[in-house]
C-alpha cells in the first residue's frame, strides 16, 4: 500500500511514518510534504496512492486548499488538533480522522476502514460538506488561554494576544502590552482553538492577530511583508501561495 503523508511539523510527520510502518511494515511511505504549495505540485504530477493522511493546518494555508487545485481520487484520512465539537463534521461525512497526538490504535482502526471502501471518493465534495458541516457547528473557540506560571495557571484573554511564534519548539504568546508567556502547544494545536476570523497562520512559526496589523508591503517573489504594531524578532512573511488568502482574510474581517 502507497502512502502520502501532509504534515508541515517535522517530529509529527516522523512519528506518524514510524506508527504507519510499525502497524505494517508492508506499507510504503512515498512522500512527505509539508505546504500546500507542494502538495498541489506533487499531486499533480504524480498518480494518487492508496491513500494520504493530512494534516488540517499547514504553514501556507488549510489544507482544504489543496483539493481546490488539484483532484485527489485517494481516501483521505484527517490528521486534526480540533475538538469533539468539530469532529462531528467529519462522522457526518464519513471522512476519518485522527485526532491528535495521534495514538496507535485509532491508527489501525482508521487503515482497516480503508478496507471498506467499494469506490472512490469525491474528495471536493466530502471536503465542501466538511467546512460548510463546521462552520455550521459553531465552533466554541477560546476566550481565554491558561498560561502555566510557576505553580499557579493565569488565564489570558485571546483578545490580548498580538502574535505567537515558536522558538525551539516552544510557543511564544505577545501580548499588545509587551507581555510574554509561553506554551508547550504547537501552532498547529493553538490555530485550531482560536476563531480564524480573528487570526491567521501567516508562515510556519507566525500566528498574527488582525487587530495587530498595522500595514503589509510587496516583498520579492510575490510575497507580502506583515508590519505589526507590536515588535517582531523577524520580518513576518506571507509566501507568494499564500498571499491572496492573506489579504481576503484582512479584508473580509475589518471592522
Given amino acids: 500500500m502507497k502512502v502520502v503523508i501532509v504534515e508541515d511539523e517535522f517530529v509529527a510527520a516522523q512519528n506518524l511514518e514510524r506508527m504507519i510502518q510499525a ?30 493522511f493530512m494534516d488540517i493546518h499547514l504553514a501556507d494555508g488549510d489544507v482544504f486548499s489543496v483539493f481546490e487545485e488539484v483532484e485527489i481520487l485517494s481516501p483521505i484520512i484527517f490528521t486534526t488538533a480540533y475538538d469533539e465539537y468539530a469532529l462531528k463534521a467529519f462522522d457526518v ?5 485522527l485526532l491528535k497526538p495521534i495514538n496507535r490504535q485509532n491508527l489501525e482502526k482508521a487503515l482497516n ?25 459553531k ?33 511564544k504568546i505577545i501580548c499588545f502590552n509587551q507581555k510574554t508567556f509561553s506554551m508547550d502547544n504547537s501552532l ?10 480573528q487570526f491567521f497562520r501567516a508562515n510556519r512559526q507566525y500566528i498574527v492577530s488582525h487587530r495587530a496589523i498595522e500595514d ?3 516583498w520579492f517573489g510575490g510575497k507580502l511583508a506583515v508590519n505589526l504594531s507590536v515588535e517582531t524578532p523577524e520580518r ?9 488568502d492573506f489579504k481576503n482574510w484582512y479584508m473580509d474581517n475589518i471592522l
Fill in 188 to 197: 498547529d494545536e493553538l490555530m485550531g482553538q482560536l476563531n480564524p476570523a
Fill in 236 to 244: 513576518i512573511i506571507v509566501s507568494r501561495a499564500r498571499n491572496r
Fill in 113 to 137: 476502514k480503508l478496507t471498506s471502501l467499494t469506490s472512490q471518493q469525491n474528495n471536493r465534495e466530502l471536503v465542501s460538506q466538511i467546512m460548510q458541516s463546521m462552520h455550521e457547528s
Fill in 93 to 97: 461525512n464519513s471522512i476519518d480522522y
Fill in 139 to 171: 465552533i466554541p473557540y477560546k476566550r481565554h488561554f491558561l498560561i502555566p506560571n510557576k505553580d499557579k495557571l493565569t488565564p489570558l484573554p485571546v483578545d490580548e494576544i498580538a502574535y505567537i511564534y515558536t522558538e525551539y519548539k516552544i510557543a
Fill in 216 to 218: 503589509m508591503s510587496v
Fill in 23 to 52: 502497524v505494517d511494515g508492508s506499507m510504503e511511505i512515498q512522500a512527505v510534504l509539508q505546504s500546500v504549495e507542494e502538495s498541489v505540485e506533487w499531486f499533480s504530477l504524480n498518480a494518487s496512492p492508496d491513500v494520504v
